[in-house]
């Protein structure tokens, strides 16, 4: 059920793949919630993906973008003023890849090249993405902008690879601009830790299987689904959260506060016997 409690704001959506990703079900919920958007992902991106369909279904047009890309930033934020006709009230900036983790590299034995790339797009893009903005003075007051994290910030999880470094950057990136952002223009910026989510990108990890059946068991509300984390990203770009920022805000059934569980305790005693 809508209730409109985006209505008459404009959003840019990035890293919207295919059905599965959390972007596609930010950008569905968005436009039911009465927003005006504008999706866009890297050239090539766009063409592994299906992104064109949830175009067609929420009538948003598609402004390629590299977000690694100062240029391409720059680009897609004045032409996103000129379609808007004005500025803009949030972004969502879901973007993530290690090349290492895709070659299988170990962690402790890095193409270092592999290593720069990554960080670039997980994370420096995030940095690019508000600076753009911030150069542009592209976004509203007490606009909000959203980046997509995990626990492995904070936590080892074997395979996570260098992404987890990723995502510490990440996090770190939306404190520090936060507070000048906020000095600036009480623009909001926050990072969502969401649970191992069945995404394309989500299934590349090894393991990831392992992973999403243990925080299940681990949580006490279970892993939290792609179209949870929409409904929380809907409420973070909304007037109801306007004194929430520099944040990492968890989103994932009480998984980062959980020691152990009775379920997770029965598998282990299980495979003892």
Known sequence: MSNQILKGKNGIIFGALDEKSIAWKVAELSNQEGANLILTNAPIALRMGTI????????????????????????????????????IDFV????????????????????????????????????KTIKAAWDLDALNEYASILGLSYIAAQRVFNS??????????????????????????????????????????????????GFYRFANDLSPLGNASAEDCAK???????????????????HDGG?????????????YTKSLK
């Open 52 to 87: 064109n369909k949830l175009s067609e279904s929420i009538n948003a047009p598609i402004i390629p973008a590299d977000a690694t890309s100062m240029d391409d930033l720059t680009q897609l934020y004045s032409s996103a003023l000129n379609h808007f006709s004005g500025k």
């Open 92 to 127: 969502l900036h879901s973007i993530g890849m290690s090349v290492n983790v895709r070659k299988g590299k170990p962690y402790y034995n890095q193409n270092y090249d592999w290593t720069k790339k990554g960080m670039d797009v997980s994370a420096m893009s995030f940095h």
């Open 160 to 209: 996570y690879n260098d992404m987890a470094d990723n995502k510490a950057l990440l996090e770190s990136i939306a404190r520090s601009f936060g507070y000048h952002y906020g000095l600036k223009k009480n623009v909001r910026i926050n990072t969502i830790s969401q649970s191992p989510t069945l995404t394309t990108a989500g299934s590349g990890v090894s393991g990831f299987d």
């Open 232 to 250: 929380y990203c809907i409420t973070l770009f909304s007037d109801y959260t306007r004194k929430v920022t520099m944040q990492n805000l968890f």
């Open 255 to 267: 998984f980062s506060s959980m020691g152990m569980s009775d379920k997770v305790m029965e598998n």
